[in-house]
């Protein structure tokens, strides 16, 4: 009996979430399920909620979608999760300076309202996705203080030439090859000196 | 709810071997032995309290638990030990002494370790039962050499391995449960072989594969449950022969293809459930001859198509789950004929129209769950004729019209009309636990008895057009857990409507017409997270009592009309992510103890009367992302400590105040940060060189200070718009539009690359100067030999020399500049390592 009991209250947990929330609250949700969150900051983020606007370090826009995700310094280990890039209106996400790990989804490059991706100081490893190239709101890219490894990836930098990307730190990662930068606009970049330019 | 069977026909056969143990075969060992083998096990045990009478004085079939066999020559049969307490190793007991065991129940006890093979020497063994034990290792192949078992039940323990095939040679089982362990591999096509099988369980474990066809055979079964395994492909239509099944789950695998049509054969059905899987195509009209069924869940799948019209036939059906498809069309009338429903949840599917009236029939309904769906049309108001209706969820729909005045004083708990396009007046609802009525156009006063029940927890009715005073009964309503009335037209005295609530978590009030002043009561709620009253007109001071909320993460009191200093208690408030008392009539000085707020995320306190200086304990809080303390008549010196809270990215406004003293250099650290607002201050002296490190500024506003000087030359300073320097005393330089610095360059330590640059051009200027001086002279020269005379142009010419490619040059060389300065200086992020990093600026001027 045990056991069937088990199952039934999963089936019964499944149900109470599901029926409940909404996708963004959905996404964000099982974000927190896939994080280990030993400061309990996310304890305000209750999926029965119509949405997520009113947890902490959420801001959503007047249209009640998700526009920042400020965790930051939030002591957060695990990874990210791909459903991320359904977050469709973000503009900030925030999670710089936790032990976050795994790779960068590369969903993340339909996150087309971007304008801030910092994922500095974690433990991040793999490529960086060049999907992240298809962000052309993106004006801030930090992802420097990871295990990043492979080379940048062509399309991320074109963002210089084609889009809005003002500051890319890609610094103490594994990363090599060579930044082919556009000198036509404005742009910081920062690096490891492996790096040719 | 599967296992019920299971659970009423094993205590019953377990009861049949207890009336029937008349042993037919000489017993080869003696009662005494037999008692010495089971005393050695309890001997074995960690815990064993139960075991009391377990005594060698005593006949062993006067020990708890056993029972004998009725003959002259007594032996042990059966050892009966459910939920005993027993603690210890399964292994000690020496079933070999115990040849003429035929039940063995020693389920729901703490029992390790793994089968023992002498437990294969009991051929007359009729039921083994370990259910809930700890019991590892794997189902030894030999377990078939038990000819006569009928019940094997080892579910809920952590035993492993693949599932034997030799299982299928052991045709007297009746039951199988072996749910709840670690057993991987597929389901052997040889169960089968099991003809007699009435129940099968093998849910909860990690098999794979689809489901075997052979299990069509298994004509007894009444029950056979897969459910939570990860079995794929569709379900076999083999299993249409299963006539005597009783119930049937499937649920949570990864079954595709669509449900087979022959599952309407199935007709003894009472239970279907197949929550959870990948299944398409619609749902086949067939279901309708199950007319035994009693629960129909098919959730979470990708199903398709109507409703069929057939589940009118379903005349027992009590609960209906079909959510998370993508099922459309209407809610078929027909469902209003189903008078023993219970449960139904249709949420989160396609379903249009209208919710038929012929519900309000269903007297026994508890749950009515049909959000996220696009249902359009009024709400019946026969719907408040169900009487035992507990739960109604209209949530996220399309629905218009008004809440239907019969639901007034119903019995109704829980309500969520949230997302629809509903109008009109809420009826007095009155024992409700939950009530969520936002995001609609309701008007109208809020229900006034709304918690007359004592048992209102979440009160949600934000985005509407509610006016009229705060619902009275809310004052003591203490159960109260979350209340959001916020952006509505409310009015009335804030101080009266609110009392003391010991399991409020959050509450926002916000966008209101309310009035009055803050209740020291609210310090009293002690799990208080969330505190928004903004955007209302509060009157009066900010009450000292409120840092007893010490939970408190966000406190929003902006565009109020609150007066007086804040209380020092308000830094008791150490769990404050955002702070927002902007746009009042607030006074005083910060003080020091600011720095203890070490969460604070977002800080504002803009548009009010405060004075004096900032505490450089500011410093301190260094999850600070955004700082408005604009509109103030904050005075003295920035504080350098600004420079510290590097995470700074928004917005860091200190505009309109009296600031004065010298931009802190320190605030080049800031280089997340996009908005810097220092206008309208008295700030003297000059922009700091170290503001071109602030990488991110998109925005920099120093206008209308005392600043002179030249402004530092950066990437950022090029491009921007005058309108940021205005109104100075004397800025010049690298703006457009400022004038040039006339007067000697700065001599500031840092500006290496002015310098730099600044000798490269005087260089090359004075070179052409000397070129074109000599050049000109042997013109001259030449004129005057010619006696040709020429006035100006030729000195022209010189001076304008080419000049875009020498700016150029000069870019290209301070950049060289630049990096070297960096590197020299070691305060660019150059690090111990060979591996160091640099900036690089790539500019070029635009045009």
Known sequence: MKIQHIAFLLLGLASATVVKCNVEGDILYSQKKAWKDPNNVLQSWDPTLVNPCTWFHITCNNENSVIRVDLGNAGLSGGLIPELGRLTQLQYLELYA???????????????????????????????????????????????????????????????????????????????????????RVTTITQDAKISS | ?????????????????????????????????????????????????????????????????????????????????????????????????????????????????????????????????????????????????LTKLRSLNLSGNKISGSIPLSLGNMTSLDFLIL????????????????????????????????????????????????????????????????????????????LTASIPASLGNLTRLIKLNLWGNH?????????????????????????????????????KL??????????????????????EMRDIDLSHNLLTGFIPSTLGNLARLRNLILSYNELSVPIPSSLANMTSLILLDLSNNQISGCIPPSFANRSLEELSVINNSLSGSVPNLTSLVSLKLAYNDLSGHLPPDVCRGGKLQHFTAA???????????????????????DRNNLTGDLFDHFGVYPNMRYIDLSYNRLSGMLSPKWGSCSNLTSL?????????????????????????????????????????????????????????????????????????????????????????????????MSTNSFSGS??????????????????????????????????????????????????????????????????????????????????????????????????????????????????????????????????FRFVGFAAQLMKRRKQIANGTSQTGGAAFSIRNFDGGDAYDEIIKATENFDDKYCIGKGGCGSKETTAFSFTELHCQQEK
Not at chain 2, 657 to 668: A, K, M, R, T
């Open chain 2, 179 to 254: 749910s709840g362990n670690g057993f991987s591999g597929s389901i052997p096509e040889e169960i089968g072989d099991l003809q007699n099988l009435q129940e099968l369980d093998l849910s909860a474990n990690f098999l794979t594969g689809s489901i075997p066809q052979s299990l069509g055979n298994l004509t007894q079964l009444s029950l056979l449950d897969l459910s939570l395994n990860h079995l794929y492909g569709s379900a076999p239509p083999s299993l249409a022969n299963l006539q005597n099944l009783l119930v049937l789950s499937i649920s949570n695998n990864t």
């Open chain 2, 638 to 767: 920035i504080p350098y400590e600004f420079g510290q809270l590097v995470d700074l990215q928004e917005l860091l406004d200190l505009s309109q105040n009296s600031f004065s003293g010298h931009i802190p250099s320190q605030l080049g650290q800031l280089t997340l940060l996009q908005i810097l607002n220092l206008s309208h201050n008295n700030l003297a002296g000059r922009i700091p060189p170290s503001l071109i490190n602030m990488a991110s500024l998109s925005a920099l506003d120093v206008s209308h200070n005392e600043l002179e000087g030249p402004v530092p030359d950066g990437q950022l300073f090029r491009r921007a718009p005058m309108e940021w320097f205005t109104g100075n005393r004397g800025l010049c330089d690298v703006v457009a539009g400022l004038p040039s610095c006339s007067s000697s360059p700065p001599r500031g330590a840092s500006n290496v690359i002015f310098l730099s640059g600044m000798a490269v051009l005087g260089a090359l200027l004075l070179f």
């Open chain 1, 98 to 184: 936790n032990n976050i790990s795994g790779s960068i989804p590369a969903q993340l490059g339909k996150l087309t309202k971007l304008v801030s991706l910092d994922l500095y100081h974690n433990q991040l490893s793999g490529p960086i996705p060049s999907s992240l190239g298809n962000i052309k709101s993106l004006k801030y890219l930090r992802l420097n203080g990871n295990g990043l490894s492979g080379i940048i990836p062509k399309k991320v930098l074109d963002l210089v030439l084609t889009g809005n990307l003002t500051e890319m730190n890609v610094s103490d990662n594994e990363l090599f090859g060579t930044i082919r930068t556009s000198k036509k």
């Open chain 2, 463 to 485: 985005y509407n057009k509610f006016h009229g005073p705060i619902p009275e009964s809310l004052r003591n309503c203490s159960s109260l857990v979350r209340v959001r009335l």
């Open chain 2, 1 to 145: 709810m599967e296992s019920f069977f299971s659970q009423k026909s094993l205590p019953g056969l377990l009861l049949l071997l207890l009336v029937f143990s008349v042993y037919p075969k000489p017993a080869s060992t003696s009662l005494a032995s037999q008692g010495r083998v089971l005393l050695q096990w309890k001997a074995s045990l960690r815990s064993q309290q139960s075991l009391r009478s377990w005594n060698p004085s005593t006949s062993p079939c006067n020990w708890s638990g056993i029972t004998c066999s009725l003959r002259r020559h007594r032996v042990i049969t059966v050892v009966n030990l459910p939920s005993m307490g027993l603690d210890g190793p399964l292994h000690t007991i020496n079933f070999s002494g115990l040849p003429s065991l035929t039940g063995l129940n020693l389920m729901f006890n703490r029992l390790g370790g793994e089968i023992p093979p002498s437990i294969f020497t009991l051929s007359e063994l009729i039921s083994f039962d370990v259910q809930g034990n700890d019991i590892t290792g794997t189902i030894p192949a030999r377990i078939s050499s």
């Open chain 2, 318 to 339: 009590s609960t209906l789950y079909l959510f998370n498809n993508h099922i459309s069309g209407t809610i078929p009338a027909e469902l209003g004929n189903l008078v």
């Open chain 2, 532 to 628: 928004r009253i903004s955007n209302n007109r509060l009157n009066g001071t900010i009450p000292s009592e409120i840092g007893q909320s010490t939970r408190l993460g966000a406190l929003d009191l902006s565009s109020n009309h609150l007066v007086g200093e804040l209380p020092k208690n308000l830094y008791n408030l150490i769990s404050l992510i955002e702070l927002n008392l902007s746009s009042n009539q607030l006074s005083g000085e910060l003080p020091s103890e600011i720095g203890k707020l070490l969460k604070l995320k977002r800080l504002d306190v803009s548009g009010n009367n405060f004075s004096g200086v900032i505490p450089r304990e500011i410093g301190g809080c260094k999850q600070l992302i955004s700082v408005d």
């Open chain 2, 279 to 315: 299944l398409s195509g619609p749902i086949p009209h067939e279901v309708g001859n199950l007319v035994q069924m009693t629960n129909l869940v098919l959730a979470h799948n990708s199903l398709l198509g109507s409703i069929p019209l057939s589940l009118r036939n379903l005349s």
